[in-house]
């Protein structure tokens, strides 16, 4: 069993490469005149924002499930 600071194994590595080749596509597919290091950034910043994102509906999530929020009706006038 490989531990946490064992050097990455071939599939490890091509794994990881393929998933970062995914996400870095759809980067250069919206923003195609960003440069490489920029398109880096815009990833940096997107991650960031999709893990709020996610954590603020597991939240959201979890909340209802255990009744914490209570669902409120507009009243139209």
Known sequence: MLGKHDPLT??????????FIE?????????PEAT???ALKIMESCAKLAHKERA???KKEADERFG???V?????D
């Open 23 to 31: 996400l870095f596509k759809i980067v250069t597919d919206k923003v």
């Open 56 to 58: 603020d509906a597991l």
């Open 68 to 70: 914490f929020v209570k």
């Open 36 to 38: 490489v290091e920029d």
């Open 72 to 76: 409120t009706q507009e009243k139209n």
């Open 10 to 19: 071939h599939e490890e590595m091509s794994a990881a490469a393929e998933k």
